[in-house]
């Protein structure tokens, strides 16, 4: 064969190709319009069972990013929108809008379809955790959780350290700390937070503790802007021991610019909590009365090893543990999978959590932190309060 014959077949057998590929792309749009067309018009379960068994993609999304689970959302069929979960149903798909199908849920104030998405959700999560544990099972579309695959400075630790923060006051007179992001700068810690932090060591973490007055050990882990660690200092009887990890140049300039490091009982260990979690400078305080960690460019798999590690950083069961409850919270379904995820995963190290619902959406502050709230939308920040389980 000629080797002009040859190039004639490979032609023929792209265009063969094409045009198979062309044929299967308008079936499956065919079947997937039609599954969604035939939930919308309320057709029997059973039509709509054999369609998915006939091969109509549960994946499917319209112009519209409509999918056959928002269909089944907006017609309130709870049984359909299992049977659909069952047979695969992608449950954090969003439409053109944003909405994931339980988005759409709650705004027809249907618990029912909300819950089944929602434990949908939590069910698929747990397991990525699982294999990710296990494999190097990498990030899947519906993995928002698990593996989070940002590498700008907001997304990992190593571009994070090496990126340059300036800390600065805003318009308000808050002190603020933001990182250079390519043409952006984005808020490391805002003076938002200060509504959570306010809330968390005198009445959650440190008062009720029995070692209160003796002076609590005290980790903390990421000093940012320093408004967690100055809470933990400012308290009536403040820690006997104040351990604190932080890993970059520019927060440990602005700890030593600020005292940080001539203030009573704090020790600063400088690096990563993964560089002293089982070293003797750390274990060598014997235990902790309370942990707080805040690492932001941290992904979810980070925290929870860290979780798994709590059994040997608390002292007993009258320590705390709490964490800044951020991941996910720019959807109200994304962050109650997120809450819901870390308490059963704290749950497996031995710690039971407690909840706490802390307003920070009022209409004043929305417009007052702007673009810089973007990681956290929600109205609600649910604060987590862990105590080890007695035995
Ligand atoms: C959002 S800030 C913490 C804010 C703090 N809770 C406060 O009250 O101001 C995150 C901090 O975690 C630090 N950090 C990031 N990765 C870390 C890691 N692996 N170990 C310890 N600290 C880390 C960052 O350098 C940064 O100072």
Known sequence: MSTQEGSVDSDRDISLDEATVDFDSELLTNLGSG???????QEPTEVIKALVDSGAPLWYQDEEGLSPLHAAVYVEDAELVKLLIDEGAVWNAVDNLQNTAADIALSLNNQECYTLIRDAGIRSELLLALLSARSTLSSTPSSFVIRDTDDSAA????????????????????????????????????????????????TRLCESHSNYSQ????????????????????????????????????????????GWYNKTGVKILEGRWQDFIESE?????????????????ENYEELRKFFGHLPDLMDGPESRFSFFNGLGATNALFYDVYTHLSELHLAEDGLDVDWSDVEVGTDESENRWGKTREYFTLPIYRLPVGHMKSI
């Open 35 to 41: 599954l969604i067309n035939a939930i919308l018009e």
């Open 155 to 202: 997304g990992s630790t190593d571009a994070f350290i090496s990126s340059k923060l300036r800390f600065t006051k805003d318009e308000f007179g808050q002190e603020i700390c933001l990182l250079k992001l390519k043409d952006d700068e984005v808020g490391v810690m805002m003076g938002w937070e200060r509504e959570i932090s306010e809330f968390i060591p005198d």
């Open 215 to 258: 002076g609590l050990k005290i980790l903390n882990v990421g000093f940012g802007l320093g408004i967690i660690d100055t809470f933990f200092q400012s308290v009536a009887h403040p820690p006997s021991h104040h351990v604190i990890i932080e890993p970059h140049p520019d927060v440990l300039q602005h700890m030593r610019d600020n």
């Open 281 to 297: 400078e750390l274990l060598g305080f014997g235990g902790f009365d309370v942990i707080y960690t805040d690492t932001f460019s």
